[in-house]
Each structure stands twice: as C-alpha cells, then as structure tokens.
C-alpha cells in the first residue's frame, strides 16, 4: 500500500509545467503531478490553519487533512512529531512531497522517517521537490531519497567501526538490490550475496 504526505504552505501558488519522470503538467500545485507518478492509495496532507486549503481541496480533493501549529516552541515541536508519527503508514509504502515545506518540517521529516522505518517499518520510497525557482521552462520535479540516504549508510558505518557489525550495511545493500530493476538485478547477483556475507561475517566476530 502507498501513502503519500505532503505539507501545505501560505505563499502564492504559481502556474507552471512541472514533470517528473514521464509525467509533464502545466499546474500551480506540484502534488497533483506527484500523485499521477506515484498513484497512492492514501494522501495526508500537512499545514497550518493558514495554509492554501483551497488549493489542495480544489486540486487533489480526496485526502486527510492534518493541521499541525507553526512550531515557534518545544512544546509545538512535540505537537508535530506527535501528529505526523501518528500517521497510518505502518508496513506500507511512503513518499512525501516537501515542495511547499515551511520553517521547521523539513527538519522533521528526517527524523519522522527515521521513526517510519523502525518503528512502523515503513520503507520510504521518494522525497520530491518541485524546482520552480530553475529558470528552465520545465520545471523537475527531483527525488532527493539519495541525500536523505547518507544518515542511514553513516549510522551503518558508524555501527561497523564501533561494534564491528556489519548487518545494517548488508541491510541497506539488499534494500538496494531489491529496488533494481528485474533487467538490471542479473547483471548485480554478487551484490545479492554480499548481505548474507557480511551477516555471517558479524556473528562470526559477534
């Protein structure tokens, strides 16, 4: 199952031609070209009480609205993590869309995947953003999971260095290979094997 989340600003929404992947839409609201790409079986949609609602209910219509305070304080800090943790995304699919983020959700949302991956086991399969401000007539539409990726081969690294395990390497290999292609997934089958080695290897050394 899929489940989209995206956060919802105040500014003005401009008309343009956003694409992503295949897909090609001359619209003011990047989600509604996000959703045609991921096809989700659930959107929540994330802001304030001064957000564009008009636009998500006008664009996307069928959702599930969060509304979350600004975050000026500790306090509305928990109050989003509390919201967004709260979200039914347990054993699905997530992609989230951070074209429109304001102040603080974007550093949320690291660690509200973090808390996805482990503690719902979710598996984050794209972080969008919509690049209006390039000065193409097309505007890409970019997945930046590779980025958001480093803390998790960083937190693998650093696991290895101190403990000598190697399984969260191996996990994140076998996730890659996963995500291959079938096409492409013959061409890699050394990299199949290379988890179960290094799991072999840690409990040896464990």
């Known amino acids: 199952m899929k489940v989209l989340i995206s956060v919802l600003g105040k500014g003005n929404y401009k008309e343009t031609t956003y694409k992503l992947g295949e897909i090609e ?6 989600l509604s070209v996000i959703k045609r790409a991921v096809n989700p079986d659930k959107i929540y949609i994330i802001g304030t009480d001064q957000s564009r609602w008009d636009i998500a209910d ?17 306090q509305e800090f928990w109050e989003i993590f509390e919201k967004m943790a709260s979200l039914d995304v347990e054993n699905k699919d997530v992609y989230l ?10 550093l949320f949302i690291s660690t509200v995947m973090n808390f996805f991956e482990k503690v719902k086991n979710a598996k984050i399969k794209g972080v969008y953003y919509g690049m209006y401000d390039v000065k193409d007539d097309i ?17 693998g690294f650093t696991i ?3 403990y000598g395990d190697s399984r969260k390497i191996g996990k994140l ?3 890659k290979y996963d995500d ?20 072999k290897s840690s409990k040896a050394f464990g």
Do not use: A, C
């Open 25 to 30: 839409e001359k619209t003011d609201y990047v």
């Open 58 to 74: 006008t664009r996307i219509k069928e959702y599930e609205r969060i509304i979350i305070p600004f975050g000026t304080n500790y």
């Open 97 to 106: 869309d951070l074209t429109h983020g304001f102040r603080s959700i974007p």
């Open 139 to 155: 505007k890409p539409v970019v997945d930046l999971l590779p980025i958001l990726e480093m803390n998790s081969w960083v937190e």
């Open 160 to 162: 290895f260095k101190e």
């Open 173 to 175: 290999i076998q996730d």
């Open 180 to 199: 291959l292609p079938v096409e492409k997934k013959r061409g890699y089958q050394n990299l199949r094997k290379l988890p179960k080695v290094l799991e």
